[in-house]
């Protein structure tokens, strides 16, 4: 197997979406991203881009979730920073689930600037899981078919809904 080798003073780009828990708690939604803060600065590499994307509908339950947080890393390393990352994430309790892509080889570290809000870990700030509601939101898009009401027969000959598909309350 032939190894890609990366040219000197110049990287690869991945970008790394990992997925926490949905009631996960600032606290350790911080200490996920400290931890990969200083994995990726360990291994030499260079977080370029951070973003929290919010909590949202998982396209299937995982773990019995049917939502996650989900988290954004941009960052240029090597294969050793990506298997460091991965190894973090996998042994990250809040974490369900991850995926790393190559985005671009030989990216020039000298021509890289970086902003720091762009790699600040945001405080992770969402309301409380609402599981009971979690597609109300759907719903009001259209995106959810709403619950169809009991079908009532109509009576042409009467011109009224039918008594036995609508059952009215007795008098009495």
């Not at 990992?18 to 990969?36: F, M, N, T, W």
């Not at 719903?139 to 009224?160: F, H, N, S, T, W």
């Amino acid at each position: 197997m032939s190894r890609m080798v990366t040219a000197p003073g110049s990287a690869r780009e991945y970008e790394t979406i990992y997925i926490l828990k949905p009631d996960v708690d600032a606290e350790s939604a911080d200490k996920v991203g400290q931890r990969l803060q200083e994995v990726v600065t360990r291994e030499n590499g260079k977080l370029t881009k951070v973003e929290l994307w919010g909590r949202r509908r998982l396209a299937y339950d995982i773990a019995k979730h049917k939502r996650g947080v989900y988290v954004y890393l941009k960052y240029l390393g090597d294969g050793r920073v990506v298997a460091e990352v991965e190894r973090n994430l996998r042994l990250s309790d809040g974490v369900l689930k991850y995926q790393t892509v190559l985005v671009g080889n030989d990216i020039e570290l000298g021509k890289v600037e970086v902003q720091t809000d762009d790699v600040k870990f945001e405080r992770l700030e969402l309301p409380p899981v609402e599981e009971d509601r979690e597609d109300s939101r759907e719903r009001q898009l259209g995106l959810i078919e709403p619950e169809k009401a009991p079908r009532q027969e109509y009576d042409a000959e009467e011109g009224e809904l039918d008594a036995e598909a609508a059952p009215e309350e007795e008098e009495g």
